[in-house]
């Protein structure tokens, strides 16, 4: 038996919340401010170093590499200075997009018993770091490694071995 009373209703509470609509609008906004704010509140943080080592693994590999296929011209590698790092190519003239500047905050120091190391050092035909003097008195492998320093906010190391494998971490 149903007793129906009239003028009654049932006073129903109807929860309050944020529609899914509203939620996926907030977090892009705050996707969108942790992107542009977020580096300028907590600094960049060795990304700096981090960079620098990447570039200029890619650069040595490279460089490396065309010594290693254009066995005629025994000048293939780096010079380095303060502020930026750039390929020689046997005297050719380098495109400004292929030097790596160095940051401001960042310091390049060169651990090696290679002479003149610190300034920069070519490859010889087997891929091995040798001396800028290579171009005119051929060098053999296995002389001494080269450890590349990158300081500033983090410490990285780039390794380049005796026998010429480059990779990132302290020469050990």
Known sequence: MLIRRQNSYQNVNYQ?????????????????LAVTAGPRIFGSGGVDQVVTERQLISLL?????RAMQDMANPC????????QISPYECGASINAAR??????????????SISGA?????FNSLGCPVSTSHATVAESCGQSSVEIQITGANARQICVQSQGYIRPGACS
């Open 16 to 32: 309050q919340g944020f529609t899914l609509v509203e939620l996926i609008i907030v977090i892009v906004l705050v996707g969108i």
């Open 61 to 65: 590999r490279l460089q490396q590499q």
């Open 76 to 83: 293939y590698g780096i010079s380095m200075t303060s502020a």
């Open 99 to 112: 030097l790596i500047q160095v940051p401001n905050t960042n310091t390049i120091n060169v651990v090696s």
């Open 118 to 122: 610190a300034t920069g050092f070519y």
